[in-house]
């Protein structure tokens, strides 16, 4: 039974613990392993809770590395203003934009976010940037991200100063949301069908889709539930 670990035991376990952030901290700094820095980050996070040392590692294998996955969650810690850093959106886009361009498994994740960003403005020099939004939600929404198809759908339906309105478009992206479980999405949709907004009117397809709302709708209630209980 050698090497194996008493988890009754809070001496070994944490001896054991302790054995692992040795470990990972030497795959990140000496084996230059950025998938080592990320389980590091992890560990200081969710073991330690030592949140300005996980900040400190994830800042490193971001700008060291590019590693995807650190890259998001230091986005995540400007946002927040957590681990030290004070809040800095614009640090948050770059941060959102490396991930994005990782193709990592948070990727999607950061284009979307990148696009909010560029939407509300506040991380831009000349304010709200609808085109780089646009560009980003496109990205996200390609990659299978229901907000991003949804916000697409609502950009095309509002307009703006640099973008006409299409309701074809709309519609197109409203229909890619509730494919995705975008409960929103299916409604916008269902009513755009309904008033022959974008398509030609068709109650049958709109009944569907506002069913569809109804379904989805119910199932994150029924989530909620059994979380909260």
């Known amino acids: 039974m050698s090497g194996l670990i008493n988890f009754e035991d809070e001496k070994e376990v944490k001896q054991y613990l302790d054995n692992i952030g040795v470990e ?33 590692v994830l ?12 890259c998001y969650k230091l986005g995540a810690y400007y946002i927040q203003g957590k681990g030290g ?13 490396t991930a994005c361009s990782s193709g990592g498994k948070k990727s999607v994740d950061a284009c979307h976010n990148v696009g909010l960003l ?43 100063p640099k973008q006409s309105k299409d309701m074809g478009l709309a519609l197109t992206y409203a229909t890619r949301a509730c494919e995705l479980g975008h409960v929103w999405g299916c409604a916008n949709a269902s009513r755009m069908y309904k008033l022959g907004d974008g398509a030609e009117k068709d109650e049958k397809k709109a009944e569907e889709l506002k069913n569809r709302a109804k379904e989805l709708h119910f199932q994150e209630k029924e989530r909620q539930l059994k979380f909260g209980e």
């Open 59 to 70: 800042k490193h294998n971001c700008e060291t590395n590019k590693h995807g996955e650190s």
């Open 85 to 97: 850093f004070t809040e800095n959106l614009k640090m948050a886009y770059s941060c959102f934009m």
């Open 118 to 160: 560029a939407h509300d403005g506040r991380a831009m020099e000349g304010g709200p940037d609808p085109g780089a939004a646009r560009q980003y939600y496109e990205k996200a929404c390609t990659g299978g991200f229901a907000p991003s198809c949804f916000n697409l759908s609502a950009m095309y339906i509002e307009g703006s």
């Open 24 to 56: 990972f901290s030497y795959q990140c700094y000496r084996e230059k392993d950025p998938e080592g820095c990320q389980r590091l980050a992890d560990y200081m996070e969710g073991v330690k809770k030592n949140f300005e040392s996980t900040a400190q």
